[in-house]
């Protein structure tokens, strides 16, 4: 059988195996021990087991559970509480103030957290039901959650610039400055479209009648100074150089245990949830990257990767239609499929293109992340929405929730066009690095 053959027969096999609901990791993998028993023999299960140990076992991979872990304690701690009092003091008689100030909490979480699901959990326990009180109009409200609540996996850290840049050997320091601005961009023009909404229509995000004096203000200013330091102690140790991502993990994980004590609400029962929560999720990626690496080497040794990219490369279009054709192949992947796989699945085969067309990888590998991001709000399978289903009220349905991410995923559309015609928002943090 030619290359190009079994290339169709694998993909075949691949996209209707994903289709009838098995999971990414188990996929991939059963494909590639079915290849390589095609093509090597018993002696083929040797290269299997061997690539999955070496990508396992990376050094990089060890912030994973740092940063789940961070996340678990975070959620733990009650530091959202904190956080909601002060939005709801300073932004409340602002239109629109409080679901702009839950965004804005979500970026903080996200600079804390590594993970989306955090503040999406987080605020939808929250910030949804004082909103609704309020009167704010339920389409904004869980859009604006849901789309705040994504910003974690480009806000670094991030655990999906962790995996990225473990499977394409980017510098995942890089990666994580690189996220800061368009993190940084993406929130505000959140922000900006809530407010703009909310002026023009009032109803949806009304100013809350409640009044608070300069001192009470003050007072609440007290929940944001732990989450602070703990974002200005990772990022800074990675920005300045002091410390790896990974290094950098450690320490995210200890002080986010220290603010946990401090805070005083963490009971042995929220600490055995969050270790297991992490033991849990570790456990799934190294599954897919287990069987990502697996189904990549095949296709790599079987000469497929060179076959796709020659074919690409032979259309003779211009780099930048291939550009935008891989960001629509993308979207439509995180329509269906966890980001995770969709980088383990398509980054080996299509980084090394992006490289031969003179595409920066760190710049590359941000982008990709937006669009990333947008699979998390976008029908069908969304994951934010599925969070989001589960912590809402009866009255607010699964259509209600596809109806509230579109305009945030309109707005996500034109901060990716926008870093793409500005590589410089991208790169200016990771070219200052030291």
């Known amino acids: 059988m030619d290359a190009t053959l079994f290339a169709l027969v694998i993909t075949v096999l691949l996209v209707t195996l994903l289709l009838l609901g098995l999971p990414v990791s188990f996929t991939m993998g059963g494909v590639a021990v079915l290849a390589?028993?095609?093509?090597?023999?018993?002696?083929?299960?040797y290269m299997i087991a061997q690539t999955a140990y070496a990508e396992g076992t990376q050094e990089i991979?060890?912030?994973?559970?740092?940063?789940?872990?961070?996340?678990?304690?975070?959620?733990?701690?009650?530091?959202?509480?904190?956080?909601?009092?002060?939005?709801?003091?300073?932004?409340?008689?602002i239109p629109g103030g409080l679901a702009i100030g839950t965004v804005i909490i979500c970026a903080i979480f996200a600079a804390m957290a590594g993970i989306s699901s955090v503040a999406t959990v987080s605020m939808?326990?929250?910030?949804?039901?004082?909103?609704?009180?309020?009167?704010?109009?339920?389409?904004?409200?869980?859009?604006?959650?849901s789309a705040g609540g994504a910003l974690g996996i480009l806000i670094p850290p991030s655990v999906i610039m962790v995996i990225y840049g473990t499977m394409t050997e980017v510098s995942v320091g890089q990666l994580f400055m690189g996220g800061m601005l368009p993190g940084i961009l993406l929130a505000a023009t959140f922000c900006v479209y809530i407010l703009i909404r909310c002026l023009i229509n009032p109803r949806l995000g009304p100013p809350i009648q409640e009044r608070f004096t300069i001192r009470q203000k003050l007072v609440t200013l007290k929940g944001i100074v732990l989450p602070v330091l703990l974002i200005a102690l990772v990022l800074g140790a990675i920005y300045s150089g002091a410390a790896t991502p990974t290094e950098a993990a450690g320490i995210g994980a200890f002080g986010s245990l220290l603010c946990a004590l401090f805070h005083g609400k963490m009971t042995r029962w929220d600490f055995k949830e969050a270790l297991l929560s992490t033991l849990s999720l570790t456990a799934m990626v190294i599954w897919i990257v287990?069987?990502?690496?697996?189904?990549?080497?095949?296709?790599?040794?079987?000469?497929?990767?060179?076959?796709?990219?020659?074919?690409?490369?032979?259309?003779?279009?211009?780099?930048?239609?291939?550009?935008?054709?891989?960001?629509?192949?993308?979207?439509v992947l995180g329509m269906f499929l966890d980001p995770a796989g969709i980088i383990m699945l398509t980054t080996p085969i299509f980084v090394p293109l992006v490289k031969e067309l003179g595409f920066d990888p760190v710049w590359f590998?941000?982008?990709?992340?937006?669009?990333?991001?947008?699979a998390y709000l976008t029908?069908?399978?969304g994951f934010n929405l599925f969070i989001m289903k589960a912590v809402v009220p009866p009255e607010i349905t699964m259509d209600d929730i596809y109806r509230s991410i579109i305009p945030f995923v309109v707005v996500q559309m034109l901060c990716l066009f926008i870093c793409t015609i500005f590589p410089e928002i991208v790169m200016y943090l990771p070219s200052m690095m030291h």
Request: include cysteine.
């Open 290 to 331: 287990a069987g990502a690496v697996a189904f990549t080497h095949v296709l790599a040794y079987a000469g497929v990767s060179t076959i796709l990219k020659d074919t690409i490369l032979g259309l003779q279009l211009s780099k930048w239609w291939i550009f935008f054709g891989l960001q629509l192949l993308f979207f």
């Open 124 to 145: 939808g326990l929250i910030a949804l039901p004082s909103m609704l009180k309020r009167g704010y109009d339920k389409i904004l409200v869980t859009g604006s959650i």
């Open 379 to 381: 029908p069908p399978f």
């Open 36 to 45: 390589a028993l095609y093509i090597w023999g018993p002696k083929g299960m």
């Open 61 to 93: 991979l060890i912030a994973v559970p740092l940063f789940i872990f961070m996340a678990n304690i975070l959620r733990c701690s009650d530091l959202a509480d904190d956080l909601y009092q002060m939005v709801y003091a300073w932004m409340g008689r």
């Open 365 to 374: 590998g941000v982008i990709f992340t937006i669009n990333m991001e947008m």
